[in-house]
Structures are given as structure tokens and as C-alpha cells.
């Protein structure tokens, strides 16, 4: 026995130094192959004299280094910092640069370069209107102009705020916290209490609204101020229910303000049972935790509330109107079987305290600049309600435009398929402008603002009185091109092309700013003045071997007769006469990434593999369109991915007995049903994927807070018909009923706390296929959601991945996956 112990000993100590060693190596490989080291540009901001462009350098796993550069002097980054939060970035009047990070603020005196800088902040803001710098560090409080010159100094201060661009900071004062609002002639103290955390929920100066503690009772309640008349109010909520938060508080008159504010709702301390009705049309309110929502009009003058129909009107939204609030209860017509259900929409009189039934909408609704038109499309037409006359207008167009009221209020544009449509509202008349054929248009120099805490209620404007800047994409070939639009006629600035054309900027009608990139070509700044491009910035200048990177289009047909597109990426080092294996990669329409920006690190068309990592390993990738009809998603994906695969028969240099396929989350699920179906691939790899569509269609989706049934009647599986309208059709389409006719090896995974795809569809698929005796690996990973956020998770997976491809279609052995050929 003795002998055998010392054997064992001997063999696990063996054992653990491979495991540790072959650790090791896949530590150095992970940290070699898959670190990302190419960036794209973001937050582009211009300054206002259009001498200066900073942006931020997005790498995969930070986008905090800011680069500055000199327009008349391209290709020089004059300044560059780590550790910047673009949204903190401002331009002085004089063109001075602020910016700021985690625990460092630094201002550039421009065109001088080096820095002022202030160390060890606590926070740090701009103020546009005062042109003032504000820099707390640890308890003191020091104002700056912007030239950094000190002009005010202030001790004791344990935070400071910014909103409406007034500052505001809390400071001790014997036994009291007190909020102050600071500006260079005046400091005013809003409130004191003994409590440090006073939150500023309202303002409309010289009126305050504050969210605080009652030292009293140690339970929230909000204060209003006026520093013109001294007054202090305490609201009182009319209900029975404590108040948790305040959400908004919106003037909608004179006097008057909508309050929204949630509230913490009495538990059934006897009850264990949650009953589940057969009408409840609101299944998320039982994820909510005892919280409800309650909406108030408070004249604080007059102490007076109105408590509005929260029951039957959840939703109530200013709209900037002294006179009217709109209202409606969103889940009404929910029946979960469709996404774009129609609401009721109502009118809510201040005055009056009348609610007046205004029409139906869709899911989203569109408003102007001064609260007077909501425009909605109902499912069937474009509805345009002037809310004062409670008049409707309908205008016949199609449903997926996105509309832009002009500033004025006098005009409404859309972008469309070959057009731009401008109503007149006055005049009650559409008037169309073409584009070139094929492509779509798109309103770029748009603003859109949500309105108070429902997203689908946003005021989106343009300023008619300047010039409209318009994009225009063909979605077959993804030519696109920028243009400009005024007086109903349209202009483009330069001819269109497939390069993706990014965050443009506009400063006149002759001066604009955007970025192109391609799939071999990294993104390059681009200015255009009076329709003349010139680079300023080429991104990436060390990534030289992108450029070697050659992609095809391929242009086929389904049995259906669908004209389809596929897209083949070249092995970086192809010599014509080799044979290359090959990875297809699906999801749905693939067109759309032929000008991505082929990035090194995690970056990919498909989640799980990068697509640069596997051309430069001497692969083909190929991501051919899917597209669906009445033989169910499964099915016309097999035909359409088949259909694909034939389109390539006459490149020799395409290995078809070495073909994998890979897919994630609806391409997951098309993976898995391919699997079933195809004898044409030697290897897959599915990622998040539904298995069974029966079940999935009976469940629900925690991370919509729904049943599932929409998502298959109306949306991305598009059967358009529940299970029990036609039970095979769901069947056939699902992968675990045909788990035995997989012929080739698969390789699941998914995050163990996915909430839109159950992770254990993935083990079912796992099940049906070791019951069946098929070749597969199931990967589970803890802490992970659809998508992997944690990197080493992220690496492990793409390693696995390649490894998984390596074996299966290069004949290079790994031990984990030999292990399961023993």
C-alpha cells in the first residue's frame, strides 16, 4: 500500500506541475494574443474658434486618454492625458480646455500647452455661465476664473454640486450641515440640517426644490425654497405611502410643479403567497419590491396638492405647457404578445383637474420644443395631436422614421427611404425631397431630449433656421455620405462610398467634422470645409498589416428566391492554390459590419471569437445573411446559411471539409438548429442559444420583465403565431427535438446568470446531445450575463474557442478537448 501511495503522490505531484506549467503557458498566450491594442476615436468635442479637436482613445478596456490636436497643424497630438472623463470636457470662452478625472482636474491655457493641474480633487466642475472653474479638495472650496487666477477661497466644505450650471456645496456650521448656492457676488444658504445629504431635486432659481432626512421622524421628505421670499415648505404626501425618492419635479405653471417621486409600499407580513392573475397586464410591478410610483401637482404657495389618478394613469409627463400634462397607463393594452402595443393617450387640465381623452400612440412618442404637438405613429399612421385644440392630423408614412420638430414649431422633418419628407404644419402639406436611389436618410444635427421619466416621450427639434446636416446609407452596399439639407433641396458634401462615416460635428453649413474608417482601414478625423475633405488625424498609424486584409462580397439567393449577401475575409497571409480552412459566423443580415474596423483584443462581428485573431492564423471567415419566412427561423436559416456556403464553390482555396460555424444568443439558437440540419460544417460553437423554442415561448424574460411571447409573435423569430396556432411549426423549429442528427462536435456556452437567454437552455441542448451520444462541451460561467463582462472570462472563452476551431479544423490537439474523445 505504501508503494501505491508513493506512486500517487509521485503522479499528482507530475500532474500539477503540467497543469501548472500548461497554466502558465495559457496565462502568456492570453496575455499576448488577445490584448487589445488598437483604439477607436470617441467624444469628439470642437472648439467654438474650430482651432482645436480633442477626442478620447477607446481601447477595449479603458476610453479615458484624451488626445488634443491643432487643425492647422494635422497629425500632431499637442497634448494627450490618461484618466479623463469626457463628459467633464469644456471649452472656456477663450478657448481655454478643462478637464477632469478621478482625483485630477487640469486646464490648458491654449494655445501653451502645459497644463495647470490640481491634484488630489475630491470633484471639480465648469460653470459655463459664470465661466468659473470649482475645485474641491479635501475641504476646501476654491473658485477659479479661467485663467486659473484664485478669486475665492472656502473652508469647511464637504461637497460640492452642479446643476443648471449653478454650483452648490455643503459646509458645517456648528451643529448643522448647511446648502449653499454659490455665485461671484453672492453666497445664499438654502437649507440647514443635521443631516450631511441634501440632494437639489428641483430647480427653477430663484425656487428650490430639496430632498433630505426629517431629523425627526429620520424619514425622507422634500423642501421647497424660495430665496426671494424666504419661504420654506414641507411636502406632505397626500397618501398613506412614505416617500423613497423624488424622480422630477416639473414647472407646468406659474405656481404649479408635477411631482413624481417613488414610494415604499405597506408589505403583507402575513401573506406568503404572490397571486398571478390572468389580466394582470403589469408582471414586472412584482420585481419591484413593495415600490410604487405616485405622481403629484403641488402649488407650495398655496399648500395645495392634487394627488393625481395614479391607478388608472402610472405615467404622467410634462410637456413644457403651462396648461396640460399628458397621462396614460403604458401597460393597458398589454398582452405580452406584442412589443409595439397602442396607448391611450390623455390630456390632463392644471386648472381643471380634467382628464380628456386625446388619441391613440405607439410606443413612442415625439414632441416640440414648447410642449404644443405629440406626434406618435399608432401602428398604422403618423398621428400629429395639437394638445391646447385637441385636434388630430394624420400623415401617411412609413412607421420606422425617426421625426424632428423644427424650433420655430413651424415644420416637421423626416428622414426616409429615398427622401426626406418636410411638413408644413400650418399649412397642413407634405412636400418630399428625393435622395439617390436606394439609400436612406437620417437627421444627424438633430437634438433629442427625454421627457421626465418615460423614454418613449422625447422633444426632438432641429433649428430651421440654420442648415440641416443629413446622412444617407444604402443598407445593401453601405455606401454613405454626408450632405446638407435647406430649402427642400439636398446637397452631399463629397461622393458616397462603404466607408462608415462616425460622430459628425457640425459648426456651419461649410465646416464639419466627422470620422471614416473601414474594415481595413482605421478611423482618420476628417474636416470638411466648403465640400473639400482633408485628414487631420489618421488613428492607428502603427497598424500598418491592417491594410493587407482583403474582403469579397458575395451575392446569392435562398431556395425562396431572396436575393442575399454574404461577406469573405481573406487569410491574412493567402497565396492563391493553398487551401485555408474556414469559420462562418451568423446572426442575422451580416452586411452591416462589411466596414467594421477590423480590431485586435475581444472586439468581433460575433461574440466569442475575434475575426483579425483567426485571419492572421490562416482562416477564412465568411458572414453570409440570414434572412426568415413561414418555414420558421430554424429552417430558413439553414436554407439561407446552405444557400450561402454554394455561392463559394468555385474558390479552391476554401477547404469544405474544414468548415466551423459559430453563432451567439439569436445566432446561438440558429447554431444549435444548423447543428441539427446541416452536414456541411465539421464543428460549431453556440453561444447563450435558445434550444427550445415551446419552452422559451412559455417563459419569461427577466431581463424585459415579460413572458416571451412577443419576442416569437412579433419580433426577432418572427413566426408571427402562438405555439398553439401551430405546434409543429414551433417543433420543427426547435434544436433539442433533433438533438440526435448531430453529426458533428459542438461546443456550448453561457453565463450562468444570463437574463434574457436562459443559461440552462444551453445545458437542455447539452443533455439531449450527451443522451444522444454526440460530441459536445458545455462551458458555464459564473457571474456572467448574455454577454461576458469579467475579462479573464472573456479570455478564457476566445481561448477556448480557438482551441476548440484549432482541433477541430487544423488537426492541432488540446488536451481538455482530447479529453473528450476517450
Same mark, same amino acid.
Given at each position: ?106 486646464? @490648458? ?308 427611404? $429615398? ?30 431630449? $427625454? ?63 466627422? @470620422? ?194 412577443? $419576442? ?109 474523445? $476517450?
Amino acid at each position: 500500500m505504501m508503494v501505491i501511495k508513493k506512486k500517487t503522490i509521485f503522479l499528482m505531484v507530475i500532474f500539477l506541475m503540467v497543469a501548472n506549467f500548461s497554466f502558465a503557458q495559457m496565462k502568456d498566450f492570453k496575455a499576448n494574443e488577445f490584448a487589445g491594442h488598437t483604439y477607436n476615436l470617441s467624444w469628439l468635442t470642437w472648439s467654438p474658434d474650430k482651432k482645436y479637436v480633442s477626442f478620447q482613445k477607446s481601447y477595449e478596456y479603458s476610453s479615458d486618454t484624451l488626445s488634443l490636436i491643432n487643425v492647422k497643424h494635422p497629425e500632431k497630438i499637442i497634448f494627450q492625458s490618461a484618466g479623463i472623463y469626457p463628459n467633464f470636457l469644456h471649452y472656456s470662452k477663450k478657448g481655454h480646455l478643462f478637464m477632469r478625472g478621478a482625483n485630477k482636474a487640469q486646464l @490648458l491655457k491654449l494655445p501653451c500647452v502645459k497644463p495647470v493641474i490640481w491634484e488630489n480633487i475630491t470633484d471639480a466642475f465648469y460653470l459655463e455661465k459664470e465661466e468659473k472653474i470649482a475645485i474641491l479638495q479635501k475641504d476646501i472650496l476654491r473658485i477659479y476664473n479661467e485663467d486659473a487666477e484664485l478669486i475665492d477661497e472656502i473652508h469647511g466644505v464637504n461637497a460640492i454640486k452642479k446643476n443648471k450650471d449653478i454650483l452648490f456645496f455643503t459646509g458645517r456650521n456648528k451643529n448643522l450641515y448647511e446648502l449653499i448656492k454659490w455665485t461671484a457676488n453672492l453666497k445664499t444658504t438654502l437649507n440647514s440640517s443635521i443631516h450631511k445629504r441634501m440632494n437639489i431635486v428641483g430647480n427653477e432659481n430663484p425656487i428650490f426644490f430639496i430632498a433630505e432626512r426629517d431629523s425627526a421622524t429620520t424619514k425622507n421628505r422634500v423642501k421647497y425654497i424660495n430665496i426671494t421670499t424666504r419661504k420654506e415648505i414641507i411636502f406632505q404626501p397626500p397618501s398613506s405611502h412614505l416617500l423613497k425618492n423624488v424622480v422630477q419635479v416639473s414647472k407646468i405653471g406659474t405656481s404649479k410643479f408635477l411631482m413624481t417621486y417613488t414610494t415604499t409600499l405597506p408589505k403583507n407580513e402575513k401573506s406568503t403567497v404572490d397571486i398571478w392573475y390572468a389580466n394582470d397586464r403589469n408582471l414586472a410591478e412584482k420585481f419591484q419590491n413593495n415600490v410604487g410610483l405616485e405622481n403629484v401637482i403641488w402649488n407650495p404657495e398655496k399648500t395645495e396638492y392634487v394627488l393625481l389618478n395614479n391607478d388608472r394613469f402610472p405615467k404622467h409627463i410634462p410637456i413644457g405647457h403651462g396648461g396640460y400634462v399628458l397621462a396614460l397607463d403604458p401597460t393597458a393594452n398589454q398582452h405580452y404578445i406584442y412589443d409595439k402595443i397602442e396607448s391611450e393617450l390623455y390630456r390632463y387640465d392644471i386648472n381643471t383637474n380634467k382628464y380628456e381623452f386625446l388619441g391613440l400612440t405607439g410606443v413612442n412618442c415625439y414632441m416640440d420644443d414648447k410642449g404644443k404637438y405629440v406626434l406618435s405613429h399608432d401602428n398604422k399612421n403618423w398621428a400629429l395631436y395639437t394638445i391646447a385644440t385637441m385636434e388630430k392630423r394624420v400623415l401617411t408614412l412609413e412607421a420606422d422614421l425617426i421625426p424632428y420638430f423644427s424650433l420655430s414649431g413651424e415644420k416637421i422633418i423626416f428622414g426616409g427611404h $429615398q427622401k426626406i419628407v418636410e411638413y408644413n404644419i400650418s399649412a397642413s402639406e407634405l412636400k418630399t425631397t428625393r435622395i439617390p436611389e436606394g439609400f436612406n436618410a437620417e437627421i444627424i444635427s438633430g437634438s433629442s431630449e $427625454q421627457l421626465g421619466i418615460d423614454s418613449r416621450f422625447t422633444k426632438n427639434s432641429y433649428d430651421d433656421s440654420k442648415t440641416t446636416l443629413i446622412k444617407i446609407l444604402n443598407p445593401d452596399t453601405s455606401d454613405q455620405t454626408l450632405g446638407i439639407y435647406r430649402n427642400q433641396s439636398f446637397q452631399a458634401l463629397y461622393h458616397s462610398s462603404d466607408d462608415l462615416v462616425s460622430i459628425p460635428l457640425m459648426k456651419d453649413a461649410n465646416s464639419i467634422l466627422y @470620422l471614416k474608417s473601414n474594415y481595413n482601414k482605421p478611423p482618420v478625423l476628417i474636416r470638411n470645409t466648403n465640400s473639400r475633405e482633408a485628414a487631420i488625424f489618421h488613428s492607428n498609424k502603427e497598424d500598418d498589416a491592417v491594410f493587407n486584409y482583403k474582403k469579397t462580397r458575395t451575392y446569392y439567393r435562398n431556395s425562396m428566391g431572396i436575393p442575399l449577401t454574404g461577406l469573405l475575409y481573406y487569410p491574412a497571409h493567402y497565396k492563391k492554390g493553398k487551401k485555408y480552412p474556414m469559420v462562418v459566423g451568423i446572426y442575422e443580415l451580416m452586411r452591416n459590419q462589411s466596414n467594421k474596423y477590423l480590431r485586435d483584443g475581444f472586439i468581433g462581428s460575433v461574440e466569442g471569437f475575434n475575426m483579425r485573431n483567426f485571419l492572421d492564423r490562416g482562416y477564412f471567415i465568411y458572414l453570409p445573411d440570414i434572412t426568415y419566412d413561414g418555414r420558421g427561423p430554424g429552417k430558413s436559416a439553414v436554407d439561407a446559411v446552405e444557400s450561402s456556403l454554394d455561392a463559394l464553390a468555385n474558390i479552391g482555396e476554401i477547404d469544405f471539409s474544414k468548415v466551423g460555424l459559430i453563432g451567439h444568443s439569436h445566432g446561438g439558437y440558429e447554431t444549435n438548429f444548423i447543428a441539427t440540419q446541416s452536414k456541411r460544417f465539421a464543428a460549431y460553437v453556440s453561444g447563450a442559444g435558445n434550444s427550445d423554442l415551446v419552452r422559451s415561448f412559455h417563459s419569461f424574460n427577466y431581463n424585459f420583465l415579460s413572458p416571451f411571447y412577443w $419576442q416569437f409573435e412579433e419580433q426577432q423569430y418572427r413566426i408571427y403565431k402562438p405555439f398553439a396556432a401551430d405546434k409543429n411549426l414551433y417543433l420543427e423549429n426547435s434544436p433539442i427535438y433533433h438533438a440526435e442528427q448531430v453529426s458533428q462536435p459542438i461546443l456550448l456556452w453561457a453565463g450562468k446568470e444570463d437574463r434574457n437567454i436562459a443559461w440552462d437552455q444551453s445545458m437542455e441542448f447539452y443533455l439531449g446531445l450527451r443522451r444522444n451520444d454526440k460530441k459536445v462541451i458545455a462551458l458555464f460561467y459564473e457571474k456572467e450575463g448574455h454577454s461576458f463582462s469579467e475579462r479573464r472570462n472573456r479570455e478564457d472563452l476566445f481561448v477556448r474557442i480557438k482551441e476548440w476551431f484549432d482541433f477541430h479544423l487544423k488537426g492541432i490537439k488540446t488536451p481538455w478537448i482530447s479529453e473528450m474523445y $476517450q
